[in-house]
């Protein structure tokens, strides 16, 4: 049995990966810390499992950690675990600067642990099968790429810079900049980016548009907006790629498995999705590399890394209003 | 009622459209088609009683009974026509966009303003209904302060060889694009910004276009010639206060389909409407309203050129990799 320990419940995808591992018949989620006592002892109730007072004492605990924090720590929860020996999975963005993802490649690979970042839209079957035709040449030479992942304000940690590191662009890009590195397996080589808060007044930007172009000459933009009215939206937001190949075009639209349900009760429309869960394939797929030492599709510590890069070219771009050549740095991992 | 004569340049398929709809406003009528194809005018006038049919631009201008030129010849003709015909006194209705070059644009302007007559672009956009919907409720606030939008636009390849010319149609940007350009100015003030992708291979062309608003609003149009599902248009508006989103692929009110793969498809327009709503009828009855003074032109020419110059920026981004300031 993997014992497995959450570092950081702030970010709500913890209590989705807590699912999965007590839903795992190889892994045991032995406990959680949380810099909040409260935060930790509530998450602990829900997830069944322990409460840890300190990093350290659940760090021993465990053979695995999932970090899961506020973005800004990221980075000192990556050291703590990698000085105990622990390999991780760590929530997107892997941190809010490229300085900092490097330093947590460089501490994981001086401990000789591994680094993984949860991307877990690569684990979507709709993707998956887009992935392999593309890789198959289905689709012909790839051209273009317009994506979106465009959903609700998040706000709390997410809208205190300070903790998030930035806003939209922040939080939504990497999601779909790792999407189209799988797909297009090219690096991206400048970024342009519009973006700007205009929904919620704040520090934080809230609506953006974000260019990449590749090494390949393929070209793509990401709608990262929290740009979908909170009380009445029937979902969340939306993960959808539209592909341009020279023989096929396909659209993506990775959450649209749905039912639309009019409840009188209900403020709004609701659609309930059916799809197959993504985070149950990464968590699994993150106990297998555990147990095995196969990563599969796993995206790792580099692959983290790079979006993060993106990001700050987008925010460079911001301020120039010009195209930004992605900096890139070395990364192992 | 004062009858309003129609002259109609070019009698290819957009030409053949608009006669159609003339032919069905109150008070006028088509009376006059050129076209330099042999036979070309002929058919179509034929089609509206004692229209006459002629094979030069200076023949149809110098009949007294055509009051409107309506210029639906290919792009890189339009400021040729239009200021010719501006100097004969004619109205003017330009198929979209207006011209190639903003210097056609601007004699195009300057000749139909010192003739004093009136001058509109079919930015046809305006008068689809969903459009024109968003519009008015973006107006009453519907959605609160708009912030970010989104627009898609995606049709076969053109067939006509000069579409397919960058040269004298301006490429998907210039000649797909601009339709939601207009209407994003429209909604959303003048975009002062582009940056702009434009992909092509054969029997496609591909644009992804960046905007930022003076107003502050954030846009995204995305053009495509060679969309293999056929044509449809889609687009959304984000505010403070809500999302307007529409997509003519969802919003279907005839679907047809032949039970036998291969069989030849049944003729139904899958969105419908009654003539009097048909944008091309309210585009050209529109105009008819501003010859006689009833109303202004819909699209004025200063958003006509507005929206060549962002169709333009863009063609300029994509080529340069750049940014461009309008």
């Known amino acids: 049995m993997l014992k497995i320990g959450i570092l950081g419940t702030a970010h709500g995808h913890a209590d989705s990966y807590a699912e999965e591992v007590n839903a795992h018949p190889g892994a045991e989620l032995i406990g959680v810390w949380d810099d909040n006592a409260e935060r930790r002892e509530a998450s602990a109730s829900k997830y069944g499992t322990a409460a840890f007072d300190t990093v350290d004492a659940l760090c021993t605990a465990t053979d695995a950690v999932i970090v899961c924090s506020e973005n800004v720590y990221h980075r000192t929860l990556t050291e703590t675990a990698a000085r105990h020996g622990k390999p991780m999975l760590c929530e997107k963005p892997l941190a809010t600067t490229p300085t900092d993802a490097h330093a947590m490649i460089t501490d994981c690979e001086a401990a000789g642990v591994s680094l993984f970042t949860a991307f877990p839209c690569r684990f979507s079957p709709a993707f998956v099968a887009l992935r392999d035709a593309a890789h198959r040449g289905d689709l012909g030479e790839i051209l273009a790429v317009r994506g979106t992942n465009r959903g609700k304000c998040p706000f709390g940690w997410f809208v205190d810079t300070k903790l998030s590191g930035g806003g939209a662009v922040m939080d939504h890009t990497v999601h779909v900049a790792d999407l189209l590195r799988v797909l297009l397996r090219s690096e991206v080589s400048t970024v342009f980016c519009e973006a700007d808060n205009r929904m919620f007044s704040g520090d934080f930007d809230d609506t953006g548009i974000v260019n990449l172009t590749f090494e390949s000459g393929v070209f793509a933009t990401i709608d990262c907006s929290w740009s979908r009215p909170a009380q009445t939206f029937p979902t969340w937001g939306d993960v959808t790629l539209g592909v341009q190949g020279t023989r096929a075009s396909v659209e993506m639209d990775m959450l649209a498995q749905g039912a639309t349900l009019y409840n009188e009760g209900a403020a709004r429309i609701q659609t309930l999705g059916y799809g197959s869960g993504i985070d149950g394939g990464m968590v699994a797929a993150f106990i297998h590399a555990m147990q095995t030492g196969e990563p599969g599709d796993l995206a790792t510590g580099t692959d983290g890394l790079r979006t993060v890069e993106i990001v700050a070219a987008a925010y460079e771009s911001v301020r120039t209003h010009q195209p930004v050549v992605v900096k890139r740095l070395s990364g192992m991992m | ?326």
């Open chain 2, 1 to 326: 009622m004062q009858t309003i004569g129609i002259g109609i340049v070019g009698a290819g398929n957009i030409g053949s459209r608009h006669a159609r709809f003339w032919a069905q406003v109150e008070g006028a009528g088509v009376v006059a088609v050129a076209d330099t194809h042999p036979g070309a005018s002929e058919n179509l006038a034929v089609l509206y009683g004692d229209a006459r049919a002629y094979q030069t631009v200076a023949e149809l201008l110098a009949n007294p009974n055509v009051t409107v030129v309506h210029v639906c010849v290919p792009t890189h003709l339009h400021r040729e026509i239009a200021v010719a015909a501006a100097n004969a006194g004619k109205h003017v209705l330009c198929e979209k966009p207006m011209a190639l070059t903003l210097s056609d644009c601007d004699a195009i302007i300057a000749a139909t303003a010192q003739a004093g007559v009136c001058f509109s672009v079919g930015h046809v956009t305006r008068f689809f209904p969903e459009y024109a919907l968003a519009k008015a409720r973006l107006d009453a606030g519907a959605v609160g302060t708009p912030t970010i939008a989104r627009t898609r636009r995606a049709g076969a390849f053109p067939r006509t060889a000069w579409f397919a010319d960058t040269a004298q149609s301006g490429g998907v940007v210039a000649d797909l694009t601009v339709h939601d350009l207009d209407f994003l100015q429209w909604c959303f003030g003048k975009i002062i910004r582009v940056y702009a992708k434009i992909a092509a291979s054969p029997g496609f062309e591909y644009a992804l276009l960046t905007l930022r608003h003076e107003s502050g609003v954030i846009s995204h149009a995305e053009g495509v010639w060679g969309e293999p599902t056929g044509f449809h248009t889609a687009f959304e508006i984000a505010g403070t206060a809500g999302l307007f989103t529409h997509d003519s692929r969802a919003a279907r009110a005839l679907v047809a389909s032949v039970r036998q793969p291969g069989d030849t498809p049944v003729a139904l327009m899958n969105a419908p409407l009654a003539p009097s709503d048909d944008p091309y009828f309210r585009q050209v009855r529109a105009f008819a309203d501003a010859v006689r003074g009833v109303a202004p032109v819909a699209v004025s020419p200063a958003d006509a050129r507005s929206a060549v110059a962002v169709a333009l920026a863009a063609i300029e981004s994509a080529y340069t990799g750049n940014a461009v300031e309008i």
